[in-house]
């Protein structure tokens, strides 16, 4: 008898058929003497839409919501359909014995495989694989200590209940706005907040006042000092800051205090995936999208760090006992920083890390044992992968200590000051690559009641500044500190306001549009609520460790919905569409909008019943302009298509360019022309070939 191993990718199910010695490979499953693994294609089960329920939904109208299913059901997603008919077969095969789920070892990962085993009535013993790494030792390791399907009941419910919310709040109020207002307004539990944070940044900026002030600069002696009163640098009183610059102008000063004090920095906790994304935003401008992208990477192909999806910081404590092996897998790439390490058996001196209480699914994001190689990497992988690498190792060295000294000079009762750090023992960040910068100690041979002259004395006028717009890392501090979504969701959620056009990224920042800032006009005000959201998601939470209801979770979201769309419905709220034109539909006679696209810019008929679409600029080809290389313009004339620079207007027919061969008809000549004995296999003979059969 075997057991039918299911995992969430084929690249996953390849490692885990590798590690267990299944070796016959077939088109959707790999076979051994105790395994059969087969794997999804991410979700392959998903909620029925609203049309499944009633054909009359496929039309979108105000009257027929809100659209409340009494029992929710799933359907199998069309695309993927033959992968999942294949895991339907294989669970019907006799010698099949029970399955052990090898999906992402998270509440999305538990759905994807929950909703297949449901779907082909599953009645058999179900076991569970929870790993944080796909190394061969995680592995097996895994396998040797399954756990039962029950266990993770609770997580797969939650998982359920986040599922229905999304469709039933998301559905409802996106077909409610965008029937009532006729333009495409899509709103949700977590996007909507999300957007309100943001708008609430952006009138903060508006309503911004600059107001002025002055700061006074001296120099004293050697030293460069500031004039300070009760903490506060800044002066708002242009005849004060003047009063004051006259008054100490070349007067004496005397030390009056000499103030230190010895600090430290505790070395940082390793990463959890909003920390990274935050982090990687700030340093190397990656968008949140692209980090967890170039993170899975990391885990899934090169099995270089553990699960990435984690919202903790820590450890466990039996996790101390694998540190050393932890660090001869760097010892190959980071050579000069383990090997002290190592030579100190990888005693780690944080131990605040390891703390049970502080792990929920999963640990923090660390490297794997897998020896490292970091010319296997791509750049991104590589960044990403050193940021991981050196926080782990800040684990292993001291706290940073430093010394931070204050001088207090007193000038004609006015108090200037000057600080300075000096390192005691840099610790942590002779690995992180933070270490301060060696002090001039000028304030080394200072000594209480000295005499100093002053030199200089700059007076500078400035205006206060409005708050920045936030950046990536600025929203998912926000969206962590509102719990909006969670650290699997939120670059999804980020990604999902720009293609709505509701927000854009700018030079890393990011502006609401006009559509945004009139979306937040007239969705419920209970949906702008971050605080709301943040009490579902902790729902959610209770109902993943059994001590929440999720029937009591489900009513309530009904209720909600119900709330919700009769509030649209009775809203006497106006809206216009940003983006209307002058011009007319040539097919239904409304305004044209207008949108922009990868491709540029589109023209799309306001009404939501026509399909009416046209590009408003030409199509960008690949071709370039032979007289200033940018990328010519695609045009449709009597004689057929042509190139067109749109710098310096140089022509050229179509013809003139050589078609290309993609990779795909690439390798049908060569399976069709490199077995004959004439011709060589080079893809230029290959090619020749080809047109002289043509001919």
Known sequence: MKSLVLAEKPSVAREIARVLGCNQSHKSYIEGNQYIVTWALGHLIELKMPEHYDKKFQNWNLEDLPIIPEHMGTKVMKQTSHQFKAIENLAKRKDVKDCIIATDAGREGELVARWILEKIKWNKPLKRLWISSHTDRSIKEGFQKLRPGKEFEALYQSAVCRAEADWLIGLNVTRALTTKYQDPLSAGRVQTPSLSLILEREKAIQSFVPKEYWTIDAQIGPLKTSWEQNGEKRIFSSDVAQKITEKVKGQKGTVQAIQRKEKSEQQPLPYDLTELQRNASNRFGFSAKKTLSVLQKLYEQHKLVTYPRTDS??????????????????????????????ANKGKVLAKRVFNNEKVTDHHAIIPTEERSHLSDLESDERKLYDMIVKRFLALFHKPYR???????????????????????????????????????????????????????????????????????????????????????????????????????????????????????????????????????????????????????????????TKELISEIKKSNQKYRAHNLTGSKCPECGSFLKERNTKEGKILVCSSLECKYRKRKDPKLSNRRCPTCHKKMEMHEGKAGLYFQCRTCNKVEKAEGKKKAVNKREERKLVQKYSQKDDFGTSLGDLLKAALEDKE
Not at 313 to 327: C, G, S, V
Not at 467 to 478: I, W
Request: glycine fraction near 6%; charged fraction near 30%; avoid cysteine.
């Open 313 to 342: 910081r820590y450890l466990t404590k039996d996790m101390e006992a694998t540190m050393l092996d932890r660090l001869h897998g760097l010892a190959s790439s980071y050579r000069d920083e383990v090997k002290p390490l190592i």
């Open 402 to 560: 430093y010394e931070g000294i204050k001088a207090v000079i007193e000038v004609a009762d006015e108090t200037f000051t000057v600080n300075e750090t000096v390192v005691v023992d840099p610790g942590f960040k002779k690995v992180t690559g933070k270490e301060a910068e060696p002090a001039a100690q000028s304030l080394a041979n200072l000594s209480k009641g000295q005499s100093l002259s002053v030199q200089n004395v700059a007076v500078e006028s400035k205006l206060t500044e409005p708050p920045n717009r936030y950046s990536e890392a600025d929203v998912l501090t926000q969206m962590e500190k509102y719990g909006l979504g969670t650290p699997a969701t939120r670059a999804e959620i980020i990604e999902r306001l720009i293609q709505t056009e509701v927000v854009e990224r700018k030079n890393g920042r990011f502006y609401t549009t006009a559509k945004g800032k009139q979306l937040i006009e007239i969705v419920n005000d209970e949906l702008k609520s971050p605080e709301l959201t943040a009490k579902w998601e902790k729902e959610l939470e209770q109902i993943s460790r059994g001590k929440s209801d999720p029937k009591v979770f489900r009513e309530k979201i009904r209720k909600q």
